[in-house]
């Protein structure tokens, strides 16, 4: 029986790298996907309200592991060969697009009436007053939350280890059955992450006292 040692210890730094490169995919993904999203639930067109708003009901009202198996297991019941990246990227980036939509549409909503007037008063159309007026100002509000959410992504990718994924949780796994010494191996999982998401949770903290300060002006 093995012991844990420096080797393993780089085994499961070294997943690291595919911990973040799933959570870029992600929330790059999720980013652009969540924005047309959001752009319709605060659409005037009644019809892309309705679909926007089933898409985030299903999503947030799911787990993210039943999202993953569907994708992983059902696909290939349909005929379609899919592989754990393939499969993980696609359920984290339609559930961080369904909470990035909500968090953007709550934001947009959040820009002062007067803005909107103003817009409709110089007789803007909608993809105007959207991305000259709306839009930059829901930028600056949706920051914070938006980065926090962040920290969500990437914890999020730790159940991709289900599937097969080799992240920083699977490394784990792996390890904890070759040394079975499960404090020392899931402690530095757990180390792993705090490292990467800890400095997140604090620029999002101290984006929001900034914002909270400008506006107490």
């Known amino acids: 029986m093995r012991t844990f040692g420096w080797p393993e210890f780089l085994f499961i730094v070294e997943a690291a790298k595919w911990t973040l490169a799933l959570s870029a995919i992600a929330f790059v993904g999720g980013a652009i996907l969540g924005l047309l999203v959001a752009l319709a639930r605060t659409s005037e067109h009644r019809g892309a309200q309705f679909l926007a708003t089933g898409f985030i009901q299903v999503f947030q009202g799911t787990p993210l592991l039943l999202q993953l198996f569907l994708i992983f297991f059902g696909f290939p019941v349909l005929g379609l060969d899919i592989n754990p990246w393939v499969a993980a990227g696609i359920a984290l980036t339609l559930n961080t697009a369904a909470f990035l939509a909500e968090i953007w549409r709550g934001c947009i909503q959040a820009v002062p009436g007067g803005q909107r007037e103003a ?89 929001e006292k900034r914002r909270a300060a400008a506006l107490s002006r």
Request: glycine content about 4%; hydrophobic content about 55%; overall charge positive.
């Open 119 to 207: 817009a409709l008063a110089l007789n803007l159309s909608y993809v105007d007053r959207m991305r000259d007026v709306i839009l930059p100002q829901a930028f600056k509000i949706a920051l914070p939350p938006t980065v926090g959410y962040l920290v969500q992504v990437i914890k999020g990718t730790s159940l991709a280890a289900i599937i097969g994924f080799a992240e920083i949780t699977r490394a784990g796994q792996i390890i904890n059955n070759a040394t079975f010494q499960p404090l020392h191996v899931f402690s530095t999982v757990a180390a792993i992450y705090f490292v990467i998401c800890w400095p997140l949770s604090l620029l999002a903290a101290r984006m």
